[in-house]
């Protein structure tokens, strides 16, 4: 084997390593609902939750308790980031700024409110691909089965979890993990 790598390398190709690093929830860089750039590195040290989120679904008033376990947590190394996405039968039809003024008025939300974007099929934004392929997060295949499917992200910037739609953001999974219980 040593032989062999000695030769690629002498015939200037590449080895491929044996095991590659996923890349980094960090490495990532997402538009605002603003339409600013926000580099996912600033919430190194932070454990987050990435949420993709509509207006138009019956999931819709988990807002309010993704607010609330926002307001809880916001002061103890924790954020959620909310993407809005009209991937699942068109239940996010609205403009950012749109999303941004209903989100504000019916919800109350503080949390940071990315742009919208694609959680599926050929126009999946790049983070999204890392949240969802196992090749890319080095953990597991977690594909977005509807609107606010809940992704855990640790304080280094790598997958822990996700868990359905019907998950509560108040759940024992959820507030455990923040807390550090599990």
């Known amino acids: 084997m040593k032989l062999l790598m000695t030769l690629l390398m002498a015939l200037g190709l590449s080895v491929p390593a044996k095991a590659q690093n996923p890349q980094s929830f960090y490495d990532f860089t997402v538009k605002t609902i603003e339409g600013k750039d926000f580099p996912l590195s600033a919430l190194k040290g ?6 993709n989120v509509a207006s138009k679904c019956g999931f819709t008033p988990q807002y309010k308790e993704l607010q609330e376990l926002y307001e809880t947590y916001k002061d103890k190394s924790f954020v959620i980031i909310g993407f809005p996405a009209n991937n699942f039968l068109w239940q996010e039809p609205g403009t950012n700024d749109e999303i ?4 504000s008025l019916k919800y109350g939300v503080t949390f940071p409110m990315m742009a919208k974007i694609s959680v ?5 934004a790049p983070l999204y691909h890392w949240l969802t392929e196992k090749k890319k997060n080095g953990k597991r295949d977690a594909p977005v089965g509807w609107n606010f499917q809940k992704f855990m992200i640790d304080e280094n910037g790598n997958w822990v979890d996700v868990v359905s739609s019907k998950t509560s953001p108040l759940s024992d999974t959820i507030v455990d993990w923040i807390k550090g219980s599990n």
């Open 46 to 51: 932070k454990k987050v939750l990435v949420v």
């Open 100 to 103: 941004a003024q209903f989100c």
């Open 120 to 124: 599926k099929g050929k126009e999946m």
